[in-house]
């Protein structure tokens, strides 16, 4: 039984991770290769909340606005000037903007690592099914959960969400109608980057803060964006779900080929189902 | 260049629930020129993409001089001697007129394409490519980059790359939309001249062209063919003209 | 795009004076520069060939790099090859492991093509440095790679063994612009422009992509193995995804679609990298900041530069 | 339009001019002792080269800045942790007449590193990298380690289980050769030694996520944990099996699990964890005594295990070079190959002629907390094994 916790648990961590890339991907039609230093820059901003505050939840509150304030400013500098163009004009610069921000970000913090103590509220472990299991990981399954919540609800259910689909469906339409695309995409980036920000501090418990932390995770975010249907919020849930789950039951029985079973799902889907195992016709989000 | 019967034998063609051919069955002979008309959403271009194997039959046969051509891929149907048009202008941007030209006749003449000489070099293909390029009308315009040519132009390019395929039956869709006046007489005299030796089946939205240069018009009412006919026969059609005038919007 | 005569003609130059710098300043250091950025540049322009001209973003380039690396590196170290055959059998490897990607890969288009790609490619780097370390020597790679032995000359010597990779590339250079002149090379350029309009002409699109990408496999197997033998090692480094992304970023940078746009490319990466880390430990962010300039303001790369002015005027958007 | 037709037409040229001028440089003939240090300066490991660096500089600087006359002088290069860089850069710093090569970080550059040294018979030091394979007998005539080898790490990592009686080990190992090689290895030492090993999981290199495995440890009877893993995926180990006191009632413990550095990145989780240590500033010999001191005069810190191993390992090699009064390589490596350092900082040091490893103590500790000026975790050395328990003869 603690397994399910446990990949519940990586789940939603795999998820919070890749929702802001999927975001982007839906409604801009952007591969934002930067989402992994976006996602590093989110954590160091809560390790720096954290030591001058002392509390993790403004740490977890910050962070996301600061990175989406950048991302509003990545978006209105430099992408915005490419949409016309191929995408692989976008692709090359969040590229570019990986090399910029690793190198911000070296500067700021300097090499050393550094770390995020558990909040306390969290920090000690509790008894379920007969494992004891770290109360974080729970607050993670909660959080998580919320996170995609609130996204599929505005997304899918407010105005909002009916304003970001109708320019992503129809730019030429949408601003027929009104709506002023160019301020909602530059939303939506803002608000992939603060997701991939909130990644990044609800991960900075769990792992050391070090420069190398946003490569490490955005083949696995790849991986999550695709099994769900590119740009599918609720087939990224889905397939978070999918890996997290097939990942503890990998640890467990098969530890080492943990990673290759993840590819094998991948490669399973898109040979198969090349839209992704969860996507809808028609919909994006 | 002989034959270039096309046979359907009740093709149906569905997009998922929706019902956009049901059951077509008709004989295309050599030599005649085939008018397709009916209202927008009647089926028309899905049946030259059935023909041509641009969407999948979901049930029925195609045949070319009674070779089953129904489960061949694109490519296979054009070698068998199937041309097309498109609707939408789809030539080579990027490229000049004759080099659009070229490739086409590479396409017929050779299924390996050669990589050990420069394109330049193969005389005959030039050759080919120039004579359709004359024949088109469009000699003053080869090294001009076929993006930048007129719409009519461009329709007349349309053609000509069709017609390098050397094809026994083919389908022009719209060959004539958005071609100014001053050369649709030039246009019109293409297809009446092609069509020798050759079956063509034609969309044309202009009622007086269509009823001039075709040999017999199928008339299309949601997916299914309402009457046929001579040009005369159709005009006169009680069932044709209150479909046209009466549901025409 | 097309560049003019005239425009090819200077890129013309631009290389070959590149080529030449090292027969002036000998002692080995600028021949090693050259010799890597005209390694980087056979597997660039091996990878145009189906990113520039067929019009296939591959994200899976990593996996032909280094299976052609591997399979000069196990043939010669562990079963005592000669350089040469094990050269000619590396661009094997590469086609062959391109022709092994292709059956997955061309079943899908656009952006499923990189996608799946990258993940193949990424799935070969993780079975390289774990399961198969047997044959791949894991992460800690297979050192000693050996230089071919031809006509008694030392090319341990990095003097001699550039003008070998010179002339190895200046064949790979010759059969490339071949290819690309010819109605193979033409049909391609047909297939990115108009896929529908190909097949429709009586081409086998799927066909004529898995070739150029069987091709571009063998020239990824090629530069793999000189890479291997110039610094004498290989490692799963060389499957990495980000070696897929350095390729791709090399070649827009220096013009995609043109036979000498991604030699540059490959230049004016190698170099700026070269330069900055000597001037300024911040060199990682200011080649960032360049990359984001120059696909905001040279949407054709370095190429545009030399192309007529109404090729210039916007981005190729396809 | 004619203006930005100008400005292509003189970007071209500019490019056109450009491109081979920096092949031109002149370099210029060393009148010194060119030191090409390969390290890594940037990404996850770039806080090892910036302590090595601290580390080499007082080396230098201690011996008046001079060998054999002349001013030493470093290259410092960035890696990026990637061998065809390490070997780029090593290789442009030789043309230039560099006289050694110091690094890399990563094992994969420094045995890259280590081809190209044994090409251009141009001596290299290694005092980061302990995969094995690096000093192996018959292996490379010009390079040399003075830091610690995984395998002599292991073995430290058995004698502790030895000495604090655990009796039933769960293993978790890196997914890696040298790493595999270095737990198969304990297996061996820990079946003669009647210690059972109840479970082993290999995790993939860079994993993220060990909550599963520590679930298992958790619910196994094992009364310790060996972590055969380093940098990263201990520190995550680590910080993980806190969040559930996996450590409350098993002893944590690794071959290179822990250090001032590493603990730092781990935060409290990592209080009590046992780790080899590859050098210790509180050692106690004279010798470490002035090089603490004069380290923490210059950088206001103590010294990480990066800067104390790259400090001593350079010292050494500088005395020994200038004990041959020669320029010639092949003299420097002889008289290297049959050194002994006594008053190195961390004890007595042999270089072995057989596979150019210097034996030496082994230092094991665990992680405690530090006052002020002591970083706030800190190492507290437990045991000092010898070599002749940590090195096999070859």
């Known amino acids: 039984m603690s397994i399910l916790i446990i990949g519940l648990s990586l789940s939603f961590l795999l998820f919070l991770l890749a929702a802001g890339l999927t975001l982007i991907f839906g409604m801009l039609g952007v591969i934002n290769f930067a989402h992994g230093a976006l996602y590093m820059l989110g954590a160091y901003i809560c390790y720096q909340v954290v030591?001058?505050?002392?509390?993790?939840?403004?740490?977890?509150?910050?962070?996301?606005?600061?990175?989406?304030?950048?991302?509003?400013?990545?978006?209105?500098?430099?992408?915005?000037?490419?949409?016309?163009?191929?995408?692989?004009?976008?692709?090359?610069?969040?590229?570019?903007?990986?090399?910029?921000?690793?190198?911000?970000?070296?500067?700021?913090?300097?090499?050393?690592?550094?770390?995020?103590?558990?909040?306390?509220?969290?920090?000690?472990?509790?008894?379920?099914?007969?494992?004891?299991?770290?109360?974080?990981?729970?607050?993670?399954?909660?959080?998580?959960?919320?996170?995609?919540?609130?996204?599929?609800?505005?997304?899918?259910?407010?105005?909002?969400?009916?304003?970001?689909?109708?320019?992503?469906?129809?730019?030429?339409?949408a601003q027929a109608l009104g709506i002023d695309v160019s301020r909602v995409r530059t939303a939506v980036f803002a608000l992939g980057a603060g997701l991939a920000a909130i990644g990044g501090a609800v991960t900075a418990p769990l792992v050391p803060i070090e420069l190398g932390m946003g490569f490490s995770i955005i083949i696995d975010c790849f991986i999550v964006v695709i099994i769900g249907g590119l740009g599918n919020i609720r087939g990224a849930i889905l397939a978070s779900l999918l890996i997290g789950m097939a990942r503890a039951a990998g640890y467990t029985y098969a530890t080492e080929w943990v990673e290759l079973i993840t590819f094998a799902l991948l490669i399973g889907t898109l040979m198969f189902r090349p839209a992704g195992l969860f996507s809808v016709k028609g919909r994006t989000a | 260049m002989t034959g270039g019967l096309?046979?359907?034998?009740?093709?149906?063609?569905?997009?998922?629930?929706?019902?956009?051919?049901?059951?077509?069955?008709?004989?295309?002979?050599?030599?005649?020129?085939?008018?397709?008309?009916?209202?927008?959403?009647?089926?028309?271009?899905?049946?030259?993409?059935?023909l041509s194997g641009h969407v999948p039959v979901a049930q029925g046969r195609a045949f070319?001089?009674?070779?089953?051509?129904?489960?061949?891929?694109?490519?296979?149907?054009?070698?068998?001697?199937?041309?097309?048009?498109?609707?939408?202008?789809?030539?080579?941007?990027?490229?000049?007129?004759?080099?659009?030209?070229?490739?086409?006749?590479?396409?017929?003449?050779?299924?390996?394409?050669?990589?050990?000489?420069?394109?330049?070099r193969f005389l005959k293909v030039r050759e080919a490519a120039e004579r359709v390029l004359e024949q088109v009308g469009l000699t003053r315009l080869a090294h001009r980059p076929a993006e930048y040519l007129s719409h009519g132009d461009q329709r007349a390019l349309e053609v000509g790359l069709t017609l390098l395929g050397e094809p026994r039956v083919l389908l022009l869709d719209e060959p004539l939309a958005g071609v100014g006046n001053e050369q649709l007489e030039r246009a019109i005299g293409l297809i009446q001249r092609i069509v020798t030796g050759r079956t063509v089946l034609l969309i044309e939205h202009n009622m007086d062209v269509v009823m001039r240069i075709s040999h017999e018009i199928l008339v299309m009412v949601q997916g299914q063919i309402l009457a046929t006919g001579s040009p005369e026969q159709v005009r006169n059609n009680p069932a044709v003209r209150s479909a046209y005038l009466g549901e025409e919007p | 795009?097309?560049?003019?005569?005239?425009?090819?003609?200077?890129?013309?130059?631009?290389?070959?004076?590149?080529?030449?710098?090292?027969?002036?300043?000998?002692?080995?250091?600028?021949?090693?520069?050259?010799?890597?950025?005209?390694?980087?540049?056979?597997?660039?322009?091996?990878?145009?060939?189906?990113?520039?001209?067929?019009?296939?973003?591959?994200?899976?380039?990593?996996?032909l790099l280094g299976s052609g690396g591997y399979a000069l590196a196990i043939l010669t170290v562990a079963h005592g090859w000669g350089f040469m055959p094990a050269l000619g059998m590396a661009a094997l490897v590469g086609a062959a492991m391109a022709f092994g990607l292709s059956i997955f890969a061309v079943r899908v288009s656009g952006l499923f093509f990189s996608l799946l790609t990258l993940a193949l490619a990424q799935m070969i780097y993780v079975l390289a440095s774990t399961k198969l370390r047997g044959l791949t020597g894991g992460l800690d790679g297979i050192a000693g790679v050996p230089r071919p032995a031809l006509f008694g000359i030392d090319l341990y010597d990095n003097d001699n063994f550039y003008v070998f990779i010179v002339v190895v590339f200046l064949i790979g250079?010759?059969?490339?612009?071949?290819?690309?002149?010819?109605?193979?090379?033409?049909?391609?350029?047909?297939?990115?422009?108009?896929?529908?309009?190909?097949?429709?002409?009586?081409?086998?699109?799927?066909?004529?992509?898995?070739?150029?990408?069987?091709?571009?496999?063998?020239?990824?197997?090629?530069?793999?193995?000189?890479?291997?033998?110039?610094?004498?090692?290989?490692?799963?480094?060389?499957?990495?995804?980000?070696?897929?992304?350095?390729?791709?970023?090399?070649?827009?940078?220096?013009?995609?679609?043109t036979l000498l746009g991604p030699v540059l490319g490959v230049a004016v990466f190698e170099l700026l990298k070269e330069e900055l880390s000597q001037y300024t430990q911040y060199w990682y962010g200011i080649l960032g900041a360049v990359f984001i300039a120059a696909t905001i303001f040279l949407p054709n790369g370095i190429a545009g530069l030399f192309a007529p002015r109404r090729d210039r005027d916007k981005g190729e958007g396809r | 339009m004619k203006r930005r037709q100008f400005l292509h037409t003189a970007g071209a040229a500019a490019l056109a001019t450009a491109l081979p001028a920096p092949m031109l440089r002149a370099a210029n003939a060393p009148e010194d002792f060119h030191i090409a240090a390969i390290l890594a300066f940037s990404g996850a490991y770039g806080l090892i080269g910036k302590d090595m660096r601290l580390?080499?500089?007082?080396?230098?600087?201690?011996?008046?800045?001079?060998?054999?006359?002349?001013?030493?002088?470093?290259?410092?290069?960035?890696?990026?942790?990637?061998?065809?860089?390490?070997?780029?850069?090593?290789?442009?710093?030789?043309?230039?007449?560099?006289?050694?090569?110091?690094?890399?970080?990563?094992?994969?550059?420094?045995?890259?590193?280590?081809?190209?040294?044994?090409?251009?018979?141009?001596?290299?030091?290694?005092?980061?990298?302990?995969?094995?394979?690096?000093?192996?007998?018959?292996g490379s005539r010009y390079s040399f380690r003075t830091s610690n080898t995984l395998g002599m790490e292991v073995k430290m990592c058995m004698e502790f289980v030895k000495l604090s009686g655990l009796k039933r080990i769960y293993a978790v190992t890196a997914d890696y050769q040298a790493t595999r090689d270095g737990f198969e290895q304990f297996r061996t030492m820990a079946e003669a030694a009647g210690v059972e090993i109840v479970g082993n999981d290999y995790a993939p290199l860079g994993n993220r996520?060990?909550?599963?495995?520590?679930?298992?440890?958790?619910?196994?009877?094992?009364?310790?944990?060996?972590?055969?893993?380093?940098?990263?995926?201990?520190?995550?180990?680590?910080?993980?099996?806190?969040?559930?006191?996996?450590?409350?009632?098993?002893?944590?413990?690794?071959?290179?699990?822990?250090?001032?550095?590493?603990?730092?990145?781990?935060?409290?989780?990592?209080?009590?964890?046992?780790?080899?240590?590859?050098?210790?500033?509180?050692?106690?010999?004279?010798?470490?005594?002035?090089?603490?001191?004069?380290?923490?005069?210059?950088?206001?810190?103590?010294?990480?295990?990066?800067?104390?191993?790259?400090?001593?390992?350079?010292?050494?090699?500088?005395?020994?070079?200038?004990?041959?009064?020669?320029?010639?390589?092949?003299?420097?490596?002889?008289?290297?190959?049959?050194?002994?350092?006594?008053?190195?900082?961390?004890?007595?040091?042999?270089?072995?002629?057989?596979?150019?490893?210097?034996?030496?103590?082994?230092?094991?500790?665990?992680?405690?907390?530090?006052?002020?000026?002591?970083?706030?975790?800190?190492?507290?050395?437990?045991?000092?094994?010898?070599?002749?328990?940590?090195?096999a003869a070859c």
């Open chain 1, 51 to 173: 030591t001058m505050t002392g509390s993790f939840w403004i740490g977890l509150l910050v962070a996301p606005l600061v990175v989406a304030l950048l991302g509003a400013l990545m978006e209105m500098t430099a992408l915005r000037r490419v949409y016309d163009r191929d995408h692989i004009y976008q692709l090359l610069l969040t590229f570019g903007f990986i090399l910029v921000i690793d190198e911000l970000t070296k500067v700021i913090w300097g090499l050393d690592y550094k770390q995020v103590p558990t909040p306390a509220l969290f920090a000690q472990p509790v008894e379920l099914f007969g494992s004891m299991i770290p109360s974080y990981r729970l607050f993670v399954i909660g959080f998580g959960a919320a996170v995609s919540l609130a996204l599929f609800l505005l997304l899918d259910r407010s105005k909002w969400g009916i304003v970001i689909r109708a320019a992503s469906a129809d730019a030429d339409m």
């Open chain 2, 6 to 50: 096309l046979r359907c034998e009740n093709i149906h063609v569905a997009y998922g629930a929706f019902k956009a051919l049901s059951g077509i069955t008709h004989e295309f002979r050599p030599g005649h020129v085939y008018g397709l008309i009916g209202p927008n959403g009647a089926g028309k271009t899905t049946l030259m993409n059935a």
């Open chain 3, 1 to 63: 795009m097309k560049t003019t005569w005239l425009g090819t003609a200077l890129m013309g130059l631009i290389v070959g004076a590149m080529i030449l710098v090292p027969f002036v300043w000998t002692g080995g250091e600028a021949a090693n520069l050259v010799a890597l950025i005209l390694v980087w540049a056979l597997f660039a322009i091996g990878f145009d060939l189906v990113f520039g001209t067929a019009g296939m973003l591959s994200f899976g380039h990593a996996a």
């Open chain 4, 209 to 391: 996520d060990y909550s599963v495995i520590i679930d298992k440890m958790a619910n196994s009877d094992a009364d310790g944990i060996i972590v055969v893993a380093t940098g990263n995926d201990g520190v995550t180990f680590v910080k993980q099996a806190g969040q559930v006191g996996l450590g409350k009632d098993r002893t944590i413990f690794g071959p290179v699990l822990q250090d001032e550095t590493f603990a730092a990145a781990t935060g409290d989780a990592a209080l009590g964890v046992y780790s080899g240590v590859r050098y210790h500033f509180s050692t106690d010999n004279p010798a470490n005594k002035a090089f603490v001191e004069a380290y923490r005069a210059a950088n206001n810190v103590y010294p990480s295990s990066f800067a104390g191993e790259a400090y001593d390992g350079l010292s050494w090699w500088f005395d020994v070079i200038e004990s041959t009064d020669s320029w010639d390589v092949e003299t420097w490596v002889d008289a290297f190959e049959d050194s002994v350092r006594e008053n190195s900082i961390e004890g007595r040091k042999e270089m072995r002629a057989c596979d150019h490893q210097a034996t030496q103590v082994g230092l094991f500790g665990k992680v405690v907390r530090g006052e002020a000026p002591l970083p706030p975790l800190t190492m507290q050395i437990t045991s000092v094994f010898p070599p002749e328990a940590l090195f």
């Open chain 4, 55 to 138: 580390g080499a500089e007082l080396a230098a600087a201690q011996r008046g800045g001079k060998v054999l006359g002349k001013t030493i002088r470093f290259s410092w290069e960035d890696d990026e942790t990637k061998p065809q860089p390490a070997v780029q850069k090593a290789t442009r710093l030789l043309s230039g007449g560099a006289n050694m090569i110091f690094g890399a970080v990563g094992s994969a550059s420094t045995l890259a590193l280590q081809s190209l040294a044994t090409q251009r018979k141009i001596p290299q030091l290694v005092t980061i990298s302990a995969d094995d394979v690096i000093t192996k007998p018959g």
């Open chain 2, 64 to 120: 070319l001089d009674d070779r089953d051509v129904t489960g061949l891929s694109i490519h296979a149907r054009t070698r068998a001697g199937l041309g097309r048009s498109f609707q939408i202008t789809k030539i080579f941007a990027g490229m000049t007129v004759l080099e659009n030209l070229e490739i086409a006749a590479f396409a017929h003449r050779y299924r390996v394409q050669p990589f050990w000489l420069p394109a330049g």
């Open chain 3, 173 to 257: 250079l010759g059969l490339m612009a071949l290819l690309r002149a010819s109605p193979f090379g033409r049909s391609l350029r047909a297939v990115q422009a108009n896929e529908v309009r190909a097949a429709q002409l009586g081409y086998n699109v799927q066909r004529l992509r898995q070739a150029a990408f069987v091709i571009s496999g063998a020239y990824a197997g090629v530069a793999g193995s000189l890479l291997a033998s110039l610094i004498f090692y290989i490692s799963p480094q060389m499957l990495h995804w980000s070696v897929s992304g350095d390729v791709l970023i090399m070649t827009v940078l220096g013009g995609k679609g």
